[in-house]
C-alpha cells in the first residue's frame, strides 16, 4: 500500500467517533461539528438531481433487483478548489453529467454520488437515491466491467500529494455508512478504491491510503446506528483484481481510469 503524505490518523478521521463519544476500532477520534449533526441519521442530507439542474438522461437507466456487493471510492481529477460553496458544489455536479455525456457519449452522469470539497452530497445517476432506498442498484458507468456490483462516490478533488477536507471526508463517511446499511455490506470487505478494480491511480495515493480508516470509521458509525453488519459472500468472479497501478495516467479533469468496458451491459 502506497505511504500517505497527507494528514495523520487523527487529523483525517475525526469524524471516525459518533456523537456518543464511543472509540471505534483502530483508536479514538474528536467529532468534527458537520459530522456529529448527522451521525445519527440513516441516509445523509443531499442535493437531489432537481437541486443542481441535471439533464435527463438520453436512455433509461437500469435499475437491478440484486444490490452490489461494493462501495467504490473515485476522486474527480479536477483542483483542489477552495470554493466550498453549495453553489460551487452544485455546479460540479453539472459539469461532471455534462462531460460523462457530452465527452464519454455515456447515458447520464456515470458515478451515483458526488461529494463536494465543501462536504455537499449529490445524487448522480438517475435513479440512484430511490434505487438505494429500496434496496436496488442503479447501475452507473464508473468502474469498467464492474458496474453491475459496485455503487461508485466521487469525491472532489485529485488525491494524489493531498488528502481531502474534513467536511468532504465527515460526508464520505456518513455516505459509506448509509449504503453500506442499506445493501447490507460489511465496510472492511465492500469499501474499495477504484484503483482495486481498473489500472487507474484513482482515488489517488491519499485518499487511498485513508481507505482502513474509513472502513474503520464506518463500521463505528453503522455500530452506533444499530445497524447490521453485512455477512454476503462475494462470487469470485466479482472480487477486485487489484491491477497494478499506472505511473503516467495522463492528468486530465474529470478523467480518472475507465468507467466502462466489454462486459458492462449499460452506459
Do not use: K
Amino acid at each position: 500500500m502506497p505511504q500517505r503524505n497527507g494528514p495523520d490518523r487523527r487529523t483525517v478521521l475525526r469524524g471516525a467517533a459518533v456523537a456518543s463519544g464511543a472509540a471505534l476500532a483502530g483508536g479514538a477520534f474528536g467529532v468534527s461539528t458537520a459530522y456529529a449533526d448527522t451521525a445519527s441519521a440513516a441516509e445523509p442530507p443531499m442535493y437531489f438531481r432537481a437541486d443542481w439542474g441535471a439533464r435527463p438522461p438520453s436512455t433509461p437507466i437500469q435499475v437491478l433487483a440484486t444490490p452490489p456487493s461494493f462501495v467504490v471510492v473515485h476522486h474527480t481529477a479536477t483542483p483542489n478548489s477552495a470554493d466550498h460553496s453549495e453553489a460551487h458544489a452544485l455546479a460540479l455536479s453539472r459539469s461532471i453529467q455534462n462531460f460523462h455525456m457530452d465527452s464519454n457519449g455515456w447515458a447520464d452522469a456515470g458515478q451515483q454520488f458526488t461529494i463536494s470539497r465543501g462536504g455537499h452530497i449529490m445524487e448522480g445517476r438517475d435513479r440512484a437515491v430511490p434505487a438505494v432506498r429500496e434496496g436496488q442498484h442503479c447501475v452507473g458507468s464508473h468502474v469498467a466491467n464492474n458496474n453491475s456490483t459496485c455503487v461508485g462516490i466521487e469525491n472532489e478533488g485529485t488525491y494524489m500529494d493531498e488528502g481531502p477536507t474534513q467536511a468532504l471526508t465527515d460526508s464520505l463517511v456518513s455516505t459509506l455508512a448509509w449504503l453500506c446499511g442499506a445493501y447490507g455490506l460489511n465496510p472492511q470487505e465492500a469499501i474499495l478504491g477504484h484503483r482495486d478494480f481498473n489500472a487507474t491511480a484513482c482515488p489517488g495515493d491519499v485518499l487511498y491510503a485513508m481507505l482502513p480508516d474509513l472502513r474503520n470509521a464506518v463500521t463505528g458509525v453503522m455500530a452506533a446506528q444499530g445497524l447490521e453488519i453485512g455477512t454476503r459472500t462475494v462470487p469470485a468472479q466479482d472480487r477486485p483484481t487489484y491491477p497494478p497501478v499506472p505511473r503516467d495516467e495522463p492528468l486530465r479533469e474529470f478523467v480518472h481510469g475507465p468507467g466502462r468496458g466489454a462486459d458492462d451491459f449499460t452506459r
